[in-house]
């Protein structure tokens, strides 16, 4: 059976001082809208609040708007970041003590619960958590910066996910983010990735709508062949 996938440009590298250009350049080719959320502390590096995503949800109401949180403790502004108005909002495993309390919060304020986890993790640790989750972002980078090199071992969590999701009778999906280019995006859809996060290979492109429209293709074009 064809399935489709969804490839969500990171606002990461986008034009910081001009956002809706950057987004205008893609031309409708994407998905979803990929939002990282870094304290600083968690990982290194600092980006967006809120208020951003709450600006794009007003100028963007259309838009599926991924947001993931790269922030420590992220109980403490859940709902400051629900309130922004975020379709997916995802919480790293390793940064919130009570995962599950957490998780459950997100679908009761009604987003779709996302959890992810570092390539120094294991994928084990998360199974207690499917059962509550409509995303897994299996970062194949270390977070913090965009243009890192791949790290090929995180296909193997991908897998991994897949199998306990036809297993357990499941419906999230599977994310991907770190590292994804042209070279790489068909491997790593058919190691089970629904959703392809791309930052700089996307905006550093000299026509990013070009891009994905070609990137989509070659997806495509694997899986049928697969």
């Known amino acids: 059976m064809m399935r489709d996938v969804l490839f969500a440009p990171s606002l990461l590298s986008a034009d910081f001082l001009d956002v809706r250009s950057s987004i205008a350049s893609l031309k409708g080719q994407h998905d979803w809208l990929h939002v990282d959320v870094m304290d600083g502390c968690f990982v290194p590096n600092i980006t967006f609040g809120p208020g951003f995503v709450s600006a794009l949800r007003r100028q963007y109401p259309a838009e599926v708007l991924d947001v ?29 003590r009570h995962i599950h309390r957490t998780l459950s919060r997100i679908r009761e304020r009604g987003a779709r619960a996302g959890v992810s986890i570092n390539p120094g993790t294991s994928e084990e640790l998360l199974r207690p958590v499917l059962p509550l989750v409509d995303l897994v972002l299996v970062m194949s980078v270390n977070p913090g910066f965009g243009g890192q090199s791949f790290i090929p071992s995180a296909l193997e969590k991908t897998r991994s996910l897949c199998r306990w999701r036809e297993a357990g009778h499941y419906s999230f999906l599977v994310e991907m983010d770190g590292g994804i280019s042209r070279g790489n995006a068909a491997q ?39």
């Open 68 to 96: 993931h949180l790269m922030i420590e403790y992220p109980d403490r502004l859940l709902d400051a970041f629900l309130d922004a108005g975020p379709d997916y909002l995802t919480v790293h495993l390793e940064a919130d």
């Open 188 to 226: 790593i859809a058919l190691g089970g990735c629904d959703v392809l996060v791309m930052g700089s290979a996307v905006f550093g492109a000299q026509d990013p709508a070009l891009f994905l429209q070609e990137i989509k293709l070659n997806v495509k074009e694997a899986i049928a062949h697969a």
